[in-house]
């Protein structure tokens, strides 16, 4: 072995007994999160294992519900993903730091004033009531985000209230929450942002952009930016206008319907129509039931929740598209599907996953490529019968009497 | 006389400032604030009552499913649906692993570090640990090499989390070895929290935020494999529970002895109660509902015996609401502690400031089986009472529960809940097995109601949560919650009557100032 006791990560899986080959695997399905191909394994691993010190970072709570954080302590322990997270000095993170108050505030000064860190920030940007919606040390949640990514390398925004304020941007926005890049963008700081939506943040990602931010890329953040490849989302924030954002395509360029394991039942008509039903058991598709998976773009079905455990369909409840932008307005109510949506009348008789990437604001070219991926898959055809669905749907609502 | 503030208080979930004054080393006056309003309740106007369900646990990452399971109940009552009985102990397992996961990750993740010191650890002894941890009876980790970590991460200058904390504080008073022993299992706990995760995974397909108990039961079919997947992992747990959380906790209880002398608090603890029987009597909970003032006795308490003061937070709104006809409408004022000071509303309970959490639980779930209820009738599963007992006897104070009010009291009771819930799991995962065998293949009750109003009251691991819920027309009209922490961090009321974590905070010792490490401690025994 070339690496053999000479490094810090070397030691490190010795200690917590990951075998070589585990270390592989897991440098494996990195590479798959990041859509690279996983021959691409040995490479990610000898970055690894040739890094230098711990990152600098400090981990921002906005207004968040601390979800995000519970996500990321979901990662396999002791395993090679927390060896990787190792490769973090998460000098500021209040919901594990031993040091509370001043003593606190002193290491975000301390990291701010050393420079060349990264800043994970999960949580809205709380801006309502003049900014006071949030503080923290008596200063208002907004500044204090602003100093911190103002001299950062990068800003990972985790967590759709991150990416783009979340439910709490929910109308009518009672706290006038927004999302990082929105709130960079109104400050005029161009610090690159990542943006990793869903609601938690699925924590396998955000190892995937460690390892590529610090490892690959060698922390250079332009050959970081250089080195992904990108998806662009666009969306207009109702008070601080259109706002483009950064997402790696590996994890949110396909849909979440192209992937997902209960795909063949759509194909087949088979679908299930009430929850813990029969046709659950048979693990029937949720389509019927609400399933936004057409319409939302992330590996969740690749990767899934938990130490790969299970995922939302698995357990029989319908994709709500907390990957999708805006997704509380957006998506719900959560139980009608999209045909609901009216978007087939709107744009002709689509198919759910060409609807899906016009609700997701994918790019054309995006599009193009998606559908041939479908093709590709022998997956377009004519289609499911998509009329008599929503002849179905509307018998159902005025059965009973609910409304949009 | 001085003013001690800690802002933020860390390790915990959310936003929180405390503030003391301090005379003679005692804590003679404390405020609270919640630093941070984002509206739920405003957000979920004009949607529908599923919607709730979806968005509403969202309100806490760290107990998104007793969110959910309050806000699915309160449309479950205004719309009069009886969940199946296979939902029932499906969400009762999903429950319960969200209440080990908690209690574990608190205990070593969010509590230890204000009484166990890693730093100190790397002076202990190898083999003076391994001895310490058999004659404690807690379980033994490869003490060398987690020590020869500690080093590593020391000797490399960056301390990462662990910085800049005063770990030179006279408060630590552990020996090096079972500060050893308490990191090791720190490090295990991370695994463990995890472990009962995927047991909400399992069940709900992710966690935080499952998916599942929807209103009208759950949506989870369980398959063999699935239960299986369950059983082992609850099994793992009890194993760690048993082998660790518990003789850490009468490990470490010894060296801080003198936390028994403070951080009681206001005396009266509240439960909604937590884990349906099939009664669903919310008096028949294995976790029962009830209001203890003071002595051996519990009242009975309902959704209508909750008021809300606003005269001290920065609301607009009317002060001394019902929930069910409650409002939140902000208002940011200046922080000042002699007129308003916090986001969080002064919940009361029958006009009363009411602690809630595993000690208002625990200590109703004693009272009860001291007047000769049985909350359980399995014997192999160890009942409140029975654990509490024999902890206080293990601290030489048997007989005396009153030694429970206080700041050691709610650390202990938090974790001999945590033996209690597994205890409970792994029965009702064979009660389960055995309805399905039985041939009961009911999960879910769709709803033929469209209007009504209703309350869902019940337990997160941290308190007492309440989903108020008014619908017409299948919209939301009205939505409130009173969330545990609300109980707990309340402020003043109109009254000027301080709340449950001020009234613990009053009269305890603060050593340093500076260094308000006492504050620390009663503020996380909260688990706010």
Redesign the interface.
Known sequence: MAHEGHN?LH??LT?RGVTRRDFLKYCGSIAAALGMSETMAPQIAAALEGAP??M?TLWL?G?????????I??????DVA?IVLDY????Y???????????????IEETIAEGGYIVIYEG?V?T???G???????KKGTEILSEAARGAAAVIAVGSCAVDG???Y??????E?TGVQAWLNHEGITTPVVNLPT??VNPEWIVAMVVQLLLVADRDVAAFVEKTEWVTRSYTDRKYGAVDLLMPKGIFGQSIHDNCPRRGHFENGEFVT?????E??MGYCLYKVGCKGPQTFTNCPVVR???R?????????PC?G?GGLNW?DNN????HRLADMQMGDALGNVQPGSVGAVVGGVAAAALVAHGLGMKAAGRVGDGPPMEEMKKYDRKRLAKK???K | MARA???????????L?VECEVTDGVVKDAWVSG??????E??MLD??P??AF??TQ?????C?ISHSHASSMSTEAALGIEI?NN?RLIRNLLEAAQFLHSHI?WFY??AA?DFVSPINALSANIADTYALAQAAGTRVADFG?IA??LT?FAE?G?L????????DHPGYVLPPELDLIATAHY?EA??M??VA??V?????????????S?P??????P?EQKLD?ILFRFTRLKDFIDTALIPDTLAIAPFILETTTYGGGCGNFLSWGVFDSADRDPYNRFLPRGFVTGGLTAEEVGPDDVTEYVEHS?YDSASGLNPAKGETS???DE?NVDNKYS?GKAARCKEKPAEVGPLARMVAAYVYEAGGKTLVEDTSVRTPKALIDLTLEALGVAGKPEVLVSLLGRIAARNLEAAYVVDLALMWVNELVGAIKGGD????K?RES?DGQGAGLWEAPRGSVGHWIDIK??KIQGYQVVAPTTWDIAPRDAAGVAGPMEQALIGAPVFDV???LEM?RIAHSFDP
Not at chain 1, 309 to 317: F, M, P, Q, R, Y
């Open positions: 810090a030691d490190l200690v010190k711990l600098p709570n207004g968040s519900c601390t979800g995000c954080t519970e996500s302590a979901q990662v396999d322990s002791p927390t973090l000095s998460t000098n993170f209040e919901t594990i730091m031993a040091a509370a108050g001043e003593q606190a505030e002193k290491q809205s709380m309502g009531q003049d006071n919606t949030l503080l923290v040390a008596g979340g439910w709490v929910g109308y009518p926005n009672p706290a929450a609601c938690p009430e929850f813990g039903s029969k659950e058991a929740w938990n130490r455990t299970s995922w939302c369909v698995e357990a029989g409840s709500i907390c509380v719900s109510p959560f139980f009497g609910g409304d | 503030v800690i802002d933020p208080v860390t390790r915990i979930e959310g936003h400032r630093t941070l309003y984002r509206g739920m405003t957000v949607r529908q599923e919607d979806y968005v969202r309100i806490c990452g760290v998104p199946p939902a990750l993740t969010l570090l090499a020869k970590r590593a490399n960056q990462s989390f662990l910085g800049g904390h005063y770990w490090l991370l695994e929290q995890a995760n995927e909400v995974a399992v069940i709900g397909g992710k966690f935080p935020h499952p998916m599942t929807v009208g039961g759950t949506a989870f079919v398959t997947d920065w902000v208002n940011f922080y986001y293949s009911s999960y879910f769709a469209f027309n299948n500076e260094r308000p620390l």
